[in-house]
């Protein structure tokens, strides 16, 4: 079954839209997904720098605190624990370490018996008094702690404390209830989703939903991880920081409302991609047409020749390759009537006009087969295409203007390249041929237009199911007489049909399916009177061999 060939204005459509729109998927899906690489890459980068910050905000503020709590303990060592005696300095130095914050917090000073011998706000937790937690809590961490400042997290509230120990022996506990809002604003000042604990786990400051478990403590999905983390159906990407002072903090990001985000702008480019192809499909037709419409010139040209109008003619200005063809075409039509109408004239002489008449019979199924491939290659590769039109001109020129009944064998061989170049592009590597043809007789004069149709048979009929086909040009000179050989490696031809062939060549009056055969043989009859003409060969599966045989004649002026 034939395939479906498209037009030429629907391949050029086809190759616009391809084309122009290719470029465009690319770049979009390009354009995309470095966005997306990007956007998370960025919020990586800004979770990671704000966890950073927050981290170094919050040392510096227990670093206060920390310095605060050694002024007050040099203070109360000073004064031998009589606190009364320097509860001025004490204020003084609270005052001075939390002036730049709105809540200077609870400072308390505790005996070793669990008695508050100072407080800033006039309250202790009852944790701090009760017996029951001399060994718990904030008294614990004092006691694995002696003489060191450390920061403890209890009962939803941050102590920086220090226990002053002489010996094993402790006489007295400085505690600092570092105020809630302090660390709040750091994190509010940075807008981010964060979480601050103590290096158990447990949350001190929290400003978002869903990320503790029911017993206060941040998510294990969470702690200990940097980088992406699914908790809820929500996805976050998280960075933990620790701080020196003994605390972690938390930052997220909220990767759904940027995933929300990316799908809104998706959604917005696929609209405008559509609208992209909805116009590109519009314009392409009107733009096909355009470029397309010498082609069709062309093809309406040769249809209308091959219906027999030879009045027809080409005026295309748009490029030089069509205008060459247009050109070369109205020249062939005008020498092609030409022909004709000398022909008439030379009725009287019938071996003269059956001469004529068998070159005036030009194939116009050639030309139009060409021009048919020229269209296709124009779309993948220009270089073969502009060879081919080069080739075509050439073949134009050669069958149109030259008038000469006879021609050299060089002439002939020089127009039969042109032909050899256009079957090269058109079959590519499944056409190969090989010419040898002696020197001594390229000034030897053979009719015109001698070889191609050797050429033209062996390709129409020798391919048939193969996938490649090899043709050898052979020439030289015996006994005053030329001999030509066109050999092919195709499918030969059957013995009943090859008998069938040989004896319409052979009968005049016969109009055989091998018209080029025919042609060639009933010329050199009728130019050069004698054993001349056409002899065919073959064997099925092996190939066919044409021989033809001339007599010896050279051109005027040169040496035989």
Same mark, same amino acid.
């Given at each position: 079954?034939?395939?479906?060939?498209?037009?030429?204005?629907?391949?050029?459509?086809?190759?616009?839209?391809?084309?122009?729109?290719?470029?465009?998927?690319?770049?979009?899906?390009?354009?995309?997904?470095?966005?997306i690489?990007?956007?998370?890459?960025?919020?990586?980068?800004?979770?990671?720098?704000?966890s950073?910050?927050?981290?170094?905000?919050?040392?510096?503020?227990?670093?206060t605190?920390?310095?605060m709590?050694?002024d007050?303990?040099?203070?109360?060592?000073?004064?031998?624990?009589?606190?009364?005696?320097?509860?001025?300095?004490?204020?003084?130095? +609270?005052?001075?370490?939390?002036?730049?914050?709105?809540? &200077?917090?609870?400072?308390?000073?505790?005996?070793?018996?669990?008695?508050?011998?100072?407080?800033?706000?006039?309250?202790?937790?009852?944790?701090l008094?009760?017996?029951?937690?001399? $060994?718990?809590?904030? @008294?614990? /961490?004092i006691?694995?702690?002696?003489?060191?400042?450390?920061?403890?997290?209890?009962?939803?509230?941050?102590?920086?404390? /220090?226990?002053?120990?002489?010996?094993?022996?402790?006489?007295?506990?400085?505690?600092?209830?570092?105020?809630?809002?302090?660390?709040?604003?750091? &994190?509010?000042?940075?807008?981010?989703?964060? #979480? #601050?604990?103590?290096? =158990?786990? @447990?949350?001190?400051?929290?400003?978002?939903?869903?990320?503790?478990?029911?017993?206060?403590?941040?998510n294990? +999905?969470?702690?200990?991880?940097?980088?992406?983390?699914?908790?809820?159906?929500?996805?976050?990407?998280?960075y933990e920081?620790?701080?020196v002072?003994?605390?972690?903090?938390?930052?997220?990001?909220?990767?759904?409302?940027?995933?929300?985000?990316?799908?809104?702008?998706?959604?917005?480019?696929?609209?405008?991609?559509?609208?992209? #192809?909805?116009?590109?499909?519009?314009?392409?037709?009107?733009?096909?047409?355009?470029?397309?419409?010498?082609?069709?010139?062309?093809?309406?040209?040769?249809?209308?020749?091959?219906?027999?109008? !030879?009045?027809?003619?080409? $005026?295309?200005?748009?490029?030089?390759?069509?205008?060459?063809?247009?050109?070369?075409?109205?020249?062939? !039509?005008?020498?092609?009537?030409?022909?004709?109408?000398? %022909?008439?004239?030379?009725?009287?002489?019938?071996?003269?006009s059956?001469?004529?008449?068998?070159?005036?019979?030009?194939?116009?199924?050639?030309?139009? $087969?060409?021009?048919?491939?020229?269209?296709?290659?124009?779309?993948?590769?220009a270089?073969?295409?502009?060879?081919?039109?080069?080739?075509?001109?050439?073949?134009? /020129?050669? =069958?149109?203007?030259?008038?000469?009944?006879?021609?050299?064998?060089?002439?002939?061989?020089? *127009?039969?390249?042109?032909?050899?170049?256009?079957?090269?592009?058109r079959?590519?590597?499944?056409?190969?041929?090989?010419?040898?043809?002696?020197?001594?007789?390229?000034?030897?004069?053979?009719?015109?237009?001698?070889?191609?149709?050797?050429?033209?048979?062996?390709?129409?009929?020798?391919?048939?199911?193969?996938?490649?086909?090899?043709?050898?040009? %052979?020439?030289?000179? *015996?006994?005053?007489?030329?001999?030509?050989?066109?050999?092919d490696?195709?499918v030969?031809?059957?013995?009943?049909?090859?008998?069938?062939?040989?004896?319409?060549?052979q009968?005049?009056?016969?109009?055989?399916? *091998?018209?080029?055969?025919?042609? &060639? *043989?009933?010329?050199i009859?009728?130019?050069?009177?004698?054993?001349?003409?056409?002899?065919?060969?073959?064997?099925?599966?092996?190939?066919?061999?044409?021989?033809?045989?001339?007599?010896?004649?050279?051109?005027?002026?040169?040496?035989?």
């Amino acid at each position: 079954m034939s395939r479906d060939i498209k037009s030429f204005q629907d391949n050029i459509r086809r190759t616009f839209i391809l084309f122009s729109l290719t470029p465009v998927i690319a770049i979009v899906f390009t354009a995309i997904f470095l966005f997306i690489f990007t956007l998370s890459a960025y919020m990586a980068q800004t979770t990671r720098e704000d966890s950073k910050s927050i981290a170094g905000e919050i040392d510096q503020v227990l670093e206060t605190y920390y310095e605060m709590i050694g002024d007050v303990e040099f203070v109360v060592s000073t004064a031998d624990i009589d606190v009364d005696k320097v509860k001025d300095r004490i204020f003084s130095i +609270l005052y001075g370490r939390t002036s730049d914050y709105d809540d &200077i917090g609870n400072l308390i000073i505790m005996s070793q018996e669990r008695k508050a011998l100072f407080t800033s706000k006039n309250s202790v937790p009852e944790y701090l008094t009760g017996k029951e937690y001399d $060994n718990w809590g904030i @008294w614990n /961490r004092i006691k694995e702690n002696p003489n060191t400042t450390v920061t403890v997290l209890y009962s939803g509230s941050l102590y920086v404390v /220090r226990g002053v120990f002489r010996g094993d022996d402790l006489k007295y506990a400085v505690i600092y209830a570092v105020p809630y809002q302090v660390l709040a604003d750091i &994190i509010n000042d940075k807008n981010r989703y964060c #979480i #601050i604990t103590d290096n =158990s786990g @447990w949350v001190y400051l929290n400003n978002t939903q869903g990320l503790t478990d029911e017993f206060g403590q941040i998510n294990g +999905l969470l702690e200990g991880n940097t980088g992406y983390a699914r908790i809820g159906g929500q996805k976050y990407i998280c960075y933990e920081t620790p701080v020196v002072k003994g605390l972690k903090v938390y930052t997220f990001s909220d990767i759904n409302r940027s995933t929300r985000m990316i799908l809104i702008l998706v959604a917005i480019v696929a609209i405008i991609f559509f609208a992209i #192809i909805f116009i590109t499909y519009k314009s392409t037709a009107t733009s096909s047409e355009v470029y397309t419409r010498d082609v069709k010139k062309i093809e309406d040209a040769f249809e209308a020749v091959q219906q027999g109008n !030879l009045d027809v003619s080409l $005026n295309i200005d748009s490029s030089k390759e069509f205008q060459t063809i247009g050109n070369d075409f109205n020249e062939m !039509l005008d020498g092609l009537k030409k022909q004709i109408d000398q %022909n008439r004239e030379l009725a009287q002489n019938a071996a003269f006009s059956q001469v004529k008449q068998l070159e005036s019979q030009f194939n116009p199924h050639f030309l139009f $087969n060409t021009l048919d491939n020229i269209r296709f290659m124009a779309k993948i590769d220009a270089a073969s295409a502009d060879k081919m039109i080069v080739s075509l001109s050439g073949l134009l /020129r050669y =069958s149109i203007r030259e008038t000469r009944e006879e021609v050299t064998v060089a002439e002939d061989l020089q *127009h039969l390249q042109f032909y050899f170049n256009i079957l090269q592009i058109r079959f590519n590597k499944r056409f190969a041929y090989n010419i040898n043809v002696s020197e001594d007789i390229n000034d030897c004069l053979i009719p015109k237009l001698l070889l191609q149709p050797l050429l033209e048979n062996a390709v129409k009929y020798g391919f048939g199911e193969k996938e490649k086909l090899t043709v050898n040009i %052979n020439g030289y000179q *015996h006994q005053e007489r030329l001999i030509f050989i066109c050999e092919d490696d195709g499918v030969g031809i059957d013995e009943d049909v090859l008998e069938e062939l040989k004896a319409s060549i052979q009968d005049p009056d016969t109009a055989p399916a *091998h018209f080029g055969l025919y042609n &060639i *043989h009933q010329r050199i009859r009728l130019m050069y009177n004698g054993d001349y003409g056409l002899d065919i060969t073959s064997k099925k599966g092996e190939g066919t061999t044409v021989r033809l045989t001339l007599p010896k004649r050279v051109a005027p002026g040169t040496a035989g």
